[in-house]
């Protein structure tokens, strides 16, 4: 079973910036596609980027120029580079592995933007 743990969510003020990070556990890491979501209260949990395992990316229209998606084989960890943050990214985001069948799912990280 993959475990994955985020960290890096916190309060920060509209304009702001975070780095989220999760961390893979095993060590097949690499040929994982990796994605970021986010649950925003009384709304679905939605995509907000994802990355492959050959390095390509796509954003939400949201987040486009504002959000960064990218991956660190050897540390088993992929980030979320979050800035010019807005209070409507104000969410829990969840960092989700994938690979053929098989998916697993992080225990989420709170974001606040908020003055």
């Known amino acids: 079973q993959v475990q994955l743990v985020e960290s890096g969510g916190g309060l920060v003020q509209p304009g702001g910036s975070l780095r989220l990070s999760c961390v893979v556990s095993?060590?097949?890491?690499?040929?994982?596609?990796m994605g970021w979501y986010r649950r925003a209260p009384g709304k679905q949990r939605e995509l907000v980027a994802g990355?492959?395992?050959?390095?390509?990316?796509n954003y939400a229209d949201s987040v486009k120029g504002r959000f960064t998606i990218s991956r660190d084989n050897a540390k088993n960890t992929v980030y979320l580079q979050m800035n010019n943050l807005k209070p409507e990214d104000t969410a829990v985001y969840y960092c989700r592995s994938s690979w053929l069948d098989y998916d697993s799912w992080g225990q989420g990280t709170q974001v606040t933007v908020s003055s």
């Open positions: 990355l492959t395992s050959g390095g390509g990316t």
């Open positions: 095993g060590n097949t890491f690499s040929i994982y596609a």
